[in-house]
């Protein structure tokens, strides 16, 4: 039984708070700054409290981008970034996933080394294989492309590590019934272990998602067509010099832009997700 203590209660409550508290004051220092005009930003000391330019601010970004460094949309730059991370997202979860339910079930030979061949990729991330991968992509003429951003990221060693982990917890017997009854390998995937697994897939998303949202060499690599900029390429072709030369207004509504659906995809998954690492019954 824990013993109730008001004090370390308390403690805790506070300790917790102020960690919000650093974590927050960063994003509510961009979220003024995004609401003023650049002189009121470059004044010493920065006003802490919002301005009255938060529509001008992001309506601007969000139909003309800036004046310096990149003239995409951001509206745009965002539509790129869903793409790319859904595709990435969706991608590895479809191929992990396949992959999995092939190494758990299916008995053939060199499974094991297979299995082992794909976990040791995890020693060759995008930026040890970049040159030969963006080759291939330009070879294959998918340079600006939708294609080009998704399709060379959407494999991953983790996430069929992790979906083959939880393959195994699931008890054989659910494999004999579903044979007894007639089922084939492919009902028995799409009838059994998908329900099973939608915390883990959940969780995998999520994961996912953020990876590929935040993607910037690739992105960086594989675009030199304004149009189909990433926001985190465009917030970087934003900042064009010192700091006088910024706009520094328009590049923290950006950035504040930049930051919701990531942190809108966590919010409304954030059941699912906590979930998906936690859960121990199956």
Known sequence: MVERRPGLTLFAHAVLITGVLLVAFPIYVTFVASTLTLEEIMSVPMPLLPGDQLVA?????????????????????????????LGIALGKIAISIIASFAIVYFRFPLRHFFFWMIFVTLMLPVEVRIIPTFKVVSDLGMLNSYVGLTLPLIASATATFLLRQFFLTIPDELAEAARIDGAGPMRFFVDVLLPLSKTSIAALFVIQFIYGWNQYLWPLLVTGDESMYTVVIGIKRMLTGGD???????????????????????VLMQKWFVRGLVETEK
Request: charged letters at 5%.
């Open 57 to 85: 601010n992001y309506s601007q970004v969000l139909k003309a981008g800036t004046t310096g460094g990149s003239q995409a949309s951001v509206a745009l730059m965002l539509f790129n970034s869903t793409v790319m991370a």
């Open 244 to 266: 006088a030369a910024n706009e520094w207004h328009l590049v923290m509504a950006t950035a504040m832009l930049a930051l919701l659906p990531p942190a809108l995809v966590v």
